[in-house]
């Protein structure tokens, strides 16, 4: 990777995690995709199940593969037909683990997410044991505002585009705030501090992940 922007995501990245750790989420610093998988593994235990949100980032970083190896149970919806994906995403919902990628954390150490069915928001927020978010440093805005503009300009429609969905930003790479049936942007969850009772960990990777 360039040394510049390898410099930067470690200026910006260590920046997020002091300010995530403010807010309450368990936040750490992982310099490599590499160390970022270590990070992951050594939270999660041998009995573990897990729930897996759809992420690129952790497709990128094999999670799901490597926890199947290991002998956990994963529960993944990724792939299967639409009345199967349902009862997996429930299955989420109750997991020890539940692992994912979100859209943008801001400089304040906010998180911010956009959901088409509300599972991963969901998930997130009440239900599994303990969260494990990671993100590449390239998802790190400046406030509330630029994590909208991120998720209008190139999550979504990235995501829309890889769903193979017919909307207009799949045409022309920017959110029309459609009215689409195949809309998937239903929600919007902005975690200002971790949920009270949850055991939130954050991981910040100096490198780019996902979109
Ligand atoms: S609201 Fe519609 S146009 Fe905008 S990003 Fe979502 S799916 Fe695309």
Known sequence: MNTLLKHHYELIGKKVVEALNKNRFKAEYADSKAEAVEAILRLIKAQDTIGMGGSMTLHELNVCKLLGDMGNK?????????????????????????????NAVTLDGKIVNVDGVGNRVAALTFGPKRVI????????????????RRIEITAAPM??????????????????????PERICSLTSIMHRAPSTSDFHVIIVGEALGY
């Open 159 to 180: 995501n829309a585009d890889r769903l193979k969905r017919k909307t207009p930003c799949v045409l022309s790479g920017v959110c029309s705030d459609c009215n689409s």
């Open 74 to 102: 994963v529960f993944d919806h990724q792939g299967l037909p639409p009345a199967e994906a349902y009862l997996v995403r429930r299955q989420q919902l109750t997991a020890d683990v539940f692992l994912a990628s979100s």
């Open 133 to 148: 978010v990671v993100m590449g440093a390239n998802k790190i805005v400046k406030d509330e505002n630029d994590a909208r």
